[in-house]
């Protein structure tokens, strides 16, 4: 936003004959772009840990079996709720469907797009180490911010250019 009028330039008798050179330069705000990569990492995390527990939860169906009629008339609400909840525990252990989404998104997130030349793990984003953290990724911030400081076109291009992550993320989840 330009809200200042440059200085002036007079000749000798008072007549306005030019004004001072002014420069307008611009900056990203790469702080800003870091701090929404760290949300996006930080909301995949999450997304990551349901989708790993409904696939990981033992499951209880067999020792929690519906209840009959005669059952419900000798238990309160609160134990019904219960035991609802705890024969549900586990109806998804080991589903073929979310292990084959999670499958396609972690494929998704270690390719190139199309028009850049950088991937995820090239900006200082990886898949944890620890195998308990079943595919979370991880921050090198030191990493990502000199990716953002020095090839910041080529990360944008992963994130919004032609099949880029943005546009492969929404297909896997449209499917």
């Known amino acids: 936003q330009l809200t200042d009028v440059s200085a002036a330039k007079y000749d000798g008798s008072g007549n306005v004959i030019g004004y001072e050179e002014t420069k307008i ?4 705000d790469t702080e ?3 701090e929404t990569i760290k949300s996006f990492v930080e909301d995949y995390n999450k997304m990551l840990d349901k989708l790993n527990g409904y696939i990981y939860e ?3 169906y067999r020792k929690y079996a519906p209840l ?4 419900r008339d000798e238990m309160t609400e609160s134990q019904i709720e219960k035991w609802e909840e705890k024969s549900k525990q586990g109806l998804l252990y080991g589903d073929s469907t979310i292990r084959n989404f999670l499958q396609q998104m972690r494929g998704a997130l270690y390719t190139k797009s199309a028009t850049s030349s950088v991937a995820l793990y090239n900006i200082g984003i990886e898949t944890s180490s620890n ?7 991880v921050i090198d911030e030191e990493a990502l ?6 090839n910041i ?4 291009k992963l994130f919004v250019g032609e099949n880029g ?4 993320l929404t297909n896997i989840m449209d499917k």
């Open 68 to 71: 009959t009629d005669a059952q």
């Open 32 to 34: 800003s772009i870091l």
């Open 153 to 156: 076109e080529e990360v944008e």
């Open 145 to 150: 911010k000199k990716a953002l400081s020095e």
């Open 58 to 60: 033992e499951p209880n």
């Open 165 to 168: 992550l943005s546009e492969k």
């Open 25 to 28: 330069t611009t900056e990203r």
């Open 131 to 137: 195998k308990d953290d079943r595919g979370k990724l």
